[in-house]
Each structure stands twice: as C-alpha cells, then as structure tokens.
C-alpha cells in the first residue's frame, strides 16, 4: 500500500502540461501565461500629474509660505486625456487635473491643498502657492511603471487580475496561455439517482458528481459531467468511451473490496492499472491508472464512493495533477502549524486527514475537529476550512499539540 507521497509522485509522473491556447484576457483568470508579455509602448505615455493642483515650475515657488504666497498667473486648465496649449514660462502656472500630462515648461504639480484657490471666487486668473515645491513634486515620469520595450509579464506568470490589468494596460485583448483541462466526471452504483427526480427506498442522490465538479471548476478547469454508471461492464465502457476527448478522467464510487465494486477491473481491461491503494483515511480506496483515448492515453483517478473520502481524495491527489496541467509551479495545498482542541486516536494504522475548523486567535492557529469524522458525513466537509494531519505512526494526539493543517479555505469563515 502507498503512502500519500509515493501515490502523489506517481500520478504527476504520468500527467503532462497541457498545450497552449490564445483566449480574451479576461479568461485567462487563473491560467498560466505562456509568452513573454512585451510592451510596446511606455506607461504611463506622458509625463502626468499624481494630483489635482498646479504645474509650475519649481523656482518659481521658492520661499512661498501660507504667511508669504507666491502669486503665479494661471495661463491654462488641462484635464486627462487632453494636452495642455500653452507653455508654463516664468510667474505662470497651468490648473492640472489627475492624470493629465504636464504641460511643457513645468517640472512640479503643487496640490489644490497648499494653493488660496478655496479662498479665491469666479474665474482664476492667478493662484497663491502657499508651500515651495521642488522638481518632480507629484509628477508621474512618463514609463515609470513600464517602459516601452521591457517585459511587463514573464512567461510562466500565474494570471490574477493585476496580471490582466498589466495586459488591458498594455492593449492586450489576447493573450498565449496553458489551456485548461477538461475533466470527464461520472459516478458509479445501482444506489444512485439523478438530482430532480424521486427518490426511491433504498436510493439516495447522487452527491459525489457535484461536489467534485465543483472543486473541478474551484481549481480552474473544465467539468465534463457524464452522469450515472451502473455496476455493470456494459454501462461502465459506454461511459469510458464518452470521456476520449477528455484530458483526464474522475469516477466516483467502485474501487473499493465489494462484490460490485469494479471499477478497478475495467480500468485494467481498457488500459493499464498504476495503484488502488493508499494508507491514508478517508480515502484508502484510490484507483489510478490510463484509459486509451482517442489519440491518447488519459489519466484516471478512480476516487472513493464515500462523500468525505471522494472530496478529501481529490484534494490530495487530484488537485495537484491539475496544476500541473495547467503549467502552474506551486502545487502544494497551503499549511499552518495550529494547536489542536481535541484529543484524536488513531487506530487505523494509517495517516489521518480529520475536518476542522481553524481560526487564528492571539497570534496562534487553533483547529477543532467539526463533529463525527465518518467517511460518509458531508457535513464535517462543510463545517470545515481545514483537515487536520495525524501522522501514521502516531497513535494518539492530545489536546494542545501542534498539528500541521491543510487549509481548505484561507478565509477563516466557516458555515458554523
């Protein structure tokens, strides 16, 4: 049986970054940049003003004081995106709004605060500069932010939205990024029934498709949901033979020991088996291996049927094939240290990923458990932003020892 790290090391051995696509900025949110983002221009354009206030020139205002203005004449107002039409010469000054370029002559913008402007009425014709400025006072230099010709973005950049900002910045409406995968979905067992329809005695609603669609579509890519399989072979290729434009392929349900638990068979008949085991709780029944796709063999992870089992499953194993498909570098789940509330036995011989809830009280992280941690309880999957890691070999943690913990969610809210 594997450990949680020899099972990791295996998958991403067999997953590949996917190809590059060229896609609108704004949906490349969450993708990884492919190209070198260039600029071609200098931004900002212009030498421009960081305040609404006066371009001068800085010698003009020496000495000026709230006891002693220095009178200047105001030749010109200019706004953003306009230029201004005259030259700031001598004892003149141009009335500047935020952004607008400096008009030729100035070197300084002193703000509305430190004018007379506020006691003066109508229409200005001269201003009292009550502080002395000095050059490049609140004056933006044309390519301070990015010069014409440098790389704005690296290649290899994860896309958030200052990133998409630089590209709009930059005028680019498309930009070269790893495509996203596509993520073939199905569950399996003759238990299950479709959301919307009745529900017979001894059936229960299919949970599993949606809360891994939904974690699929959390990490950035593409949920391909393919419904229902039955325990049988005919049901269960017909599936698999919907997933061959897929770029990976998650089933829920049928690796474990039972009788009609064969999704494990299958996957060896149609491709190649790599593990179905890992000494982890919940989660020990983890089928992996390839399927034949059309020009390709396709990774699949055959999660458990348990609620709790499939969602932590996907957290540990699948998560990290997904990043890196999607050319993303850090693929580790974030952790903190937090002081454990609970006592927690481990009686399975195996490493424990318990539910809980972690807050940060008085500079420490705390993590209590959510309630009952069955492998069947959603519910300590909702409670929860954190699992709790107890390690194999440990058999007991008490209360007030230092665990590390996977965090779910980085906010600290929890539906409590």
Not at 295 to 320: A, K, Y
Request: charged share 25%.
């Amino acid at each position: 049986m594997l450990t949680v790290e020899e099972a990791i090391k295996k998958i991403l051995d067999e997953v590949d970054t996917l190809d590059i696509v060229s896609v609108p900025i704004l949906e490349s949110l969450g993708q990884v940049l492919a190209e070198d983002i260039v600029s071609n221009i200098n931004v900002p354009p212009l030498d421009n003003s960081a305040m609404d206030g006066y371009a001068v020139r800085a010698a003009d205002t020496a000495g000026a004081s709230e006891k002693s203005p220095v009178i200047l004449k105001v030749i010109d107002t200019v706004i953003a995106g306009a230029l201004a039409k005259k030259k700031v010469a001598a004892g003149t000054a141009v009335r500047i709004m935020t952004g607008a370029p400096i008009p030729e002559g100035a070197d300084a913008v002193v703000q509305f605060e430190n004018t007379d402007e506020s006691k003066r009425q109508n229409a200005l014709s001269e201003i009292g500069i009550l502080e002395a400025a000095k050059p490049g006072l609140n004056v933006r230099k044309a390519g301070e932010d990015i010069a014409r010709g440098a790389v704005a973005l690296k290649k290899g950049t994860l896309i958030r939205p200052p990133e998409v900002g630089v590209m709009a910045q930059l005028g680019y409406a498309q930009v070269k990024a790893v495509r996203r995968p596509v993520v073939a979905i199905f569950s399996t067992g003759n238990e299950l029934t479709e959301l919307g329809q009745p529900l017979p005695e001894g059936k229960i609603y299919d949970s599993n498709l949606y809360s891994i669609a939904a974690l699929v579509k959390r990490y950035g890519c593409v949920p391909k949901i393919l419904g229902i399989a039955r325990d049988d072979e005919k049901s269960l290729v017909s599936k698999l033979k919907q997933t061959q434009d897929a770029d990976i392929l998650l089933t829920t349900g049928g690796v474990s020991m039972g009788d009609y638990d064969m999704v494990k068979e299958i996957l060896a008949k149609e491709g190649r088996m790599v593990f179905w085991q890992v000494r982890v709780k919940p989660g020990k029944p983890l089928a992996f291996g390839k399927i034949k796709g059309k020009s390709r063999d396709i990774p699949h992870l055959g999660l458990p049927g348990n609620t709790v089992s499939c969602m932590v499953s996907f957290e540990l194993f699948v998560r990290p094939a997904l990043l890196k498909m999607m050319g993303k570098k850090n693929i580790a789940k974030p952790a903190v240290d937090a002081i454990i509330e609970d006592n927690v036995t481990n009686d399975a011989g195996r490493r424990i990923y318990d539910r809980a809830i972690v807050e940060k009280r008085d500079g420490h992280y705390y993590a209590r458990l959510t309630g009952p941690q069955g492998s069947g309880i959603l519910k300590s999957m909702a409670l929860a932003n954190g699992l709790v890691l107890i390690p194999e070999e440990k058999k007991q943690v008490k209360k007030g020892e230092t665990v590390q913990t996977l965090m779910l969610d980085w906010n600290e809210e929890v539906n409590l």
